[in-house]
């Protein structure tokens, strides 16, 4: 019997820092010899054309979801190689929906929803960082749509974790300390 599947969904708005604390909890977890793997959700649907209904359904009856798909089938192989720890990380605006269609493709996974948060002002500075080009301002539009409703959320089980401040190495450790992966 293999163990549990325990996924960490890393969440939060766009430029918070999701993929650096994936990395820096990634380098940690080899350090302390625990198996894992990480899949950014972006990277799940990033088709064109996205597939119709029809065509899902023929892969697998009651498919609804690319990304449900392509998530099984990245995980069979994970696990087909003895992985029990998932690091994922996506925006994830509807974490109800979110947690449908990742238990659609691994039915047996505990997921510890992670919600990242920052000031406006850090955010901002991210962005500025990050985005460059005439999208630029529509992104960080985004961003504080995103970070404000988040914030307004409620939800059981969710662990808000503050980034003001942090570097990634602090912010992994805190993470992994809360969700005892190091334990």
Not at 64 to 93: E, F, K, P, Q
Not at 97 to 110: K, N
Not at 144 to 161: C, N, T
């Amino acid at each position: 019997m293999q163990d549990t599947v325990r996924i960490m969904l890393i969440t939060g708005p766009a430029g918070i820092g999701k993929s650096t604390l994936c990395w820096e909890i990634g380098a940690k977890l080899v350090e302390a010899q625990v198996a894992h793997a990480i899949v950014e959700t972006d990277e799940l649907d990033r088709v064109y054309p996205k597939p119709a209904a029809e065509e899902l359904e023929q892969l697998r009856p009651g498919a609804t979801d690319v990304s449900a798909l392509n998530l099984a089938a990245i995980w069979s192989t994970y696990r087909a190689l003895g992985h029990s720890r998932l690091i994922m990380s996506g925006v994830i605006m509807h974490p109800g929906f979110d947690r449908r269609w990742i238990l659609a493709a691994i039915p047996d996974a505990e997921i510890t929803l992670v919600r990242l948060q920052a000031s406006e002002s850090t955010l901002a500075e991210r962005l500025e960082r990050r985005e460059i080009g005439s999208g630029a301002e529509e992104q960080l539009q985004r961003t504080l749509r995103q970070a404000r409703r988040m914030a307004a959320e409620s939800g059981d089980g969710l662990l808000r974790v503050p980034t003001d401040g942090k570097t990634p190495a602090e912010l992994a450790d805190t993470v992994l300390l809360e969700t005892g992966w190091l334990a």
